[in-house]
């Protein structure tokens, strides 16, 4: 058996070090010092709680980020509130108003879960229904790695789609707060946190 010295394990540890890097940032680990890539939108999601920045993957998950942008750029998300949270696992917002009526959302869209794009903390990714191809509005923010909502040979999983790139302190404020049950819905904050507005980086603060 050949026996490797201390000078030959050297680039091979900087190999796995560099490897280990690039994957974590392929996963979409979030950090607060994350600089997007020059070509890939940023959203910005104004909540009660303060805010959080949005790097969209539309490489990743095309059609994700179109239907994703289409929200934001007519203003629906506007006065809805984070409908879910499940403290250290995801918050949920979308398509409900504080009174929790479900806003009209535009028709379903195609699943883009194979990606290669995981669910890990930071990440945003798209809530759906029992069926595949069912989601709409609906997001989510993973407050922690979340292997089980990723695609496997045996599920389909949820699109994830882009990343927290600074505000990951805002989604662990709301991720903390108190919740309740309220006729069919569950892990629901009993003091609202609203989603004031979602809008592009570049784009001025609505009045």
């Known amino acids: ?105 535009g028709p379903p869209i195609k699943i883009e879960s194979n990606n290669g794009r995981l669910n890990v903390r930071g990440t945003i990714a798209m809530a759906r229904g029992q069926e595949n191809d069912s989601a709409t509005s609906e997001f989510y923010i993973n407050l922690r790695d979340n292997p089980d909502f990723d695609r496997t040979v045996k599920r389909a999983g949820y699109t994830v789609f882009g990343l927290v790139i600074d505000g990951m302190k805002t989604a662990d404020r709301i991720g903390n707060v108190q919740t309740s049950r309220r006729g069919e819905v569950a892990d629901i904050p009993i003091l609202p946190v609203y989603v004031e507005t979602i809008r592009r980086a570049e784009a001025p603060l609505s009045p």
């Open 1 to 105: 058996m050949k026996r490797w010295t201390r000078g030959r394990w050297k680039p091979l540890l900087c190999a796995l070090v560099l490897t280990a890097a690039a994957q974590v940032r392929l996963a979409g680990q979030a950090q607060d010092d994350v600089n997007p890539a020059a070509d890939n939108p940023v959203v910005v999601i104004e909540t009660s709680k303060g805010t959080i920045s949005v790097e969209l993957w539309p490489e990743a998950a095309p059609e994700t980020v179109a239907n994703f942008l289409y929200y934001v750029d007519t203003g629906f998300y506007k006065d809805t509130i984070f409908h879910r949270v499940i403290e250290d696992t995801l918050i949920q917002g979308g398509g409900l108003t504080p009174e929790l009526d479900r806003k009209i959302a």
